[in-house]
């Protein structure tokens, strides 16, 4: 898969020879930027093979070292390569540069896994590319001539930064990813650009603030990195980067079958929400077969100053323990807003500890969250713990709450912290170590309710990945598109197959009335309906009106009987970018589940992971509409729709008796009648 030349350049291929090629023959892959100065080539002096058994598994190792002098530079270069047993199409690369001249070297940037990724017959790359900015642009995109993508993993925006450290170019028949495996966030990039519309360039980087000074026999260590080679689309590349990563040490959650539930949400009251509007919305939901209740932003008194605002609820912290326990009283499970790390000025917080509590710019000016008018608590100080668990206290034991949903895009990562007095030695342990908070709330927060669902909704951001290891529910986080919705859950069923993904509320999908996305994807539905009517002082209308009511109904029916978002997604059978009708699959209880989307579909429909020995019934059960019986070996059959097709493919039975059972059955018995 990977080859080390003479210089020490690397090329990759895929061992079942492709008709075009992965790459352009070997490439300075990993090399380094002094000045204007690129220092690339080393020349090869020893190499090494060797066996190797550890956490990760059974492997080989091989090692190259090489010298480069020229114009009074001269560098050892160290590079490791690993290839696991377990996974066979990634190698490990772990690099290190010694300087072995008389006075220090300005290295302005480093770079490795640099490869031309050449195209095949399409005129179109697919790819996944994990950075966030305050875009909220699509995760999976595609990829053509002229196209620059930064894919910077520190903050990009004043409140947007973080994401999943992979990029992945793929077509038709090969994908190749590049990332890193640090065992936590690391402030680096990687790009993906396509200026020859022969290939695209992908690499792992990072270039320096300011030059690092390698000193005399000194060395610099590289972060371990890697190229991965697969088959389909992302889905593949990030199941295997994230099964990598837990083999590393990255600790990720199991959600508990409350996480499973659907849920509505106050915010279709917005800020000035009522209580009296909020319980008279509970029989409702409750009669539409919803199991969670959220009340969101507006009922504190500041970010950071988490009690309940007397101005609005006159009985203070009393009135939010007795709006608990009326949803509790209808049945339902109650979850709390809340934008963790968020300081508001003038707060008693903020006036008594300010330098003991907040992150500070290098300027030492306290950093600004745009979205929310406040400023971010340091991860690093003790007291953003013992406060935040002072407010967890209040959630759950004074209160009562069942669950969090934690808000806010600032939350997905944060910069360096030159607060001294928090931190005097690494400014960028702040990022590092901001997942270790979230774990703690997660740990805090599950060991006061067995079932409690901790919700991390980073509003647009592509996930930090490390961040999973203090959540239990992700969530599609202000999608801008059913296409978001449902290219998000693509991915967080790869990062966490364990993991409830949410769809977030209706509302926010096309046409504001999509649960097919959500649902034909996995997702736990949603909604912000008001009813009886809205808020005057709500910007929008979210009003339940009897012929919503039909369809919300229908809907969330369908869902409480199928819990499809229980199911096994089988991510690996359909190309999100290449495959058309786009294509979802889930199985439960031995049974397949087909989502086919597009804008307008005529024509033939390929169903991939039948067994070709079997006959089946195709059934379009949001429709109650049998579409077609295919005999063994047939795996196509016609349809038209707009929008979505939602189908169950089960086996085809034998028996008068199962046939004249399904005939009485109707719409939602479908699943005594097949097996």
């Known amino acids: 898969m990977v080859k080390v030349d003479a210089n020490m350049r690397t090329a990759v291929d895929a061992a079942e020879k492709p008709a075009q090629p992965v790459s352009f023959g070997n490439n300075p892959s990993e090399y380094l930027v002094v000045g204007k100065r690129m220092i690339s080539d080393f020349k090869l002096i020893s190499s090494s093979e060797k066996a190797i058994d550890d956490k990760i598994g059974r492997g080989k190792l091989y090692e190259f070292v090489g010298n480069y002098e020229r114009n009074g530079i001269k560098l050892e270069k160290h590079l490791i390569i690993k290839i696991y047993s377990d996974f066979p199409d990634m190698a490990l690369f772990d690099v290190s540069y010694i300087n072995k001249s008389n006075s220090a070297i300005s290295i302005k940037k480093w770079i490795n896994n640099y490869y031309r990724f050449r195209q095949n ?27 620059y993508q930064r894919n910077y993993m520190g903050m990009n925006n004043s409140d947007y930064g973080g994401g999943v450290p992979v990029s992945d170019v793929w077509r038709r028949d090969i994908g190749l990813a590049v990332g890193h495996t640090s065992l936590h966030p690391e402030l680096l990039s990687i790009p993906v650009e396509m200026d020859n519309p022969d290939f695209a360039e992908v690499a792992v980087e990072k270039t320096y603030k300011e030059a690092y000074e390698l000193k005399p026999d000194d060395d610099l260590s590289i972060p371990e990195t890697f190229v991965l080679l697969h088959h389909g689309d992302a889905y593949n590349a990030l199941r295997e980067f994230s099964q990598l990563m837990i083999k590393k040490g990255v600790k990720l959650t199991k959600s508990p079958a409350s996480a499973y539930e659907p849920v509505w949400c106050a915010w279709g009251y917005e800020r000035k929400f009522t209580e009296k509007e909020v319980i008279g919305t509970l029989p409702k939901v409750k009669e539409l077969g919803i199991k969670w209740a959220v009340i969101d932003d507006g009922y504190q008194i500041g970010e950071g100053d988490w009690n309940v605002n007397p101005k609005r609820f006159p009985q203070g912290n009393a009135m939010m323990k007795h709006l608990v326990s009326k949803i509790h009283e209808n049945g339902l499970k109650a979850k709390l807003w809340w934008a963790p790390l968020a300081l508001d000025p003038c707060t008693p917080l903020w006036n008594n500890n300010y330098h003991d509590i907040l992150l500070f ?47 806010g895009q600032h939350q997905n990562d944060v910069p360096p912290d030159y607060n001294w007095k928090i ?120 009003l339940l009106t009897p012929e919503k009511e039909k369809v919300w109904k229908k809907w969330f029916g369908l869902y409480n009987k199928m819990r499809l978002s229980k199911g096994t997604y089988l991510g690996g059978l359909y190309d999100i970018g ?48 049998l579409l077609a019986i295919l005999n063994p070996g047939e795996q196509t059959f016609s349809a038209s729709f707009e929008g979505s097709l939602l189908i169950v493919v089960s086996k085809q039975l034998q028996t008068i008796f199962q046939k004249q059972a399904h005939q009485r059955c109707g719409l939602f018995l479908w699943a005594c009648c097949f097996c």
């Open 361 to 407: 710019n290098e300027d030492t000016s306290p950093r600004f969250i745009t979205w929310w008018d406040a400023y971010y608590m340091s991860p690093l100080s003790d007291l953003t713990y013992s406060e935040t668990g002072k407010v967890l206290d209040m959630f759950f034991d004074q209160w009562g709450f069942d669950g969090l949903k934690m808000d």
């Open 121 to 147: 017959n399409d005129t179109v790359f697919w790819s996944f590319q994990g950075q966030s900015t305050e875009a909220r642009a699509d995760w999976i995109l595609p990829v053509k001539q002229g196209f």
């Open 423 to 542: 931190n005097n030695d690494n400014p960028e342990s702040a990022p590092q170590k901001l997942p270790e908070f979230f774990e703690m709330v997660y740990n805090k927060g599950m060991a006061k309710k067995k079932d409690a669902v901790i919700e991390n909704c980073p509003c647009g951001c592509c996930i930090n990945y490390y961040n999973l290891q203090g959540m239990n529910q992700a969530v599609s986080s202000d999608p801008v598109s059913s296409w978001q919705i449902r290219l998000k859950g693509k991915v967080y069923h790869a990062l966490n197959p364990q993991l409830a993904y949410y769809g977030d509320h209706v509302e926010l999908s096309d046409h504001g009335s999509d649960f097919a996305s959500s649902f034909g994807v996995g997702a736990v539905l949603g909604t912000k309906f008001t009813w009886p009517k809205d808020n005057p002082y709500a910007e929008g209308s979210y």
């Open 578 to 625: 290449f495959d058309k009708p786009e294509t979802h699959v889930i199985k439960k209880d031995g049974v397949l589940y087909y989502a086919f989307y597009a804008d307008n579909w005529k024509g033939d429909i390929v169903l991939k992971g039948l067994d070709k020995t079997k006959s089946y019934r195709v059934y379009d059960y949001v429709n109650d509409k």
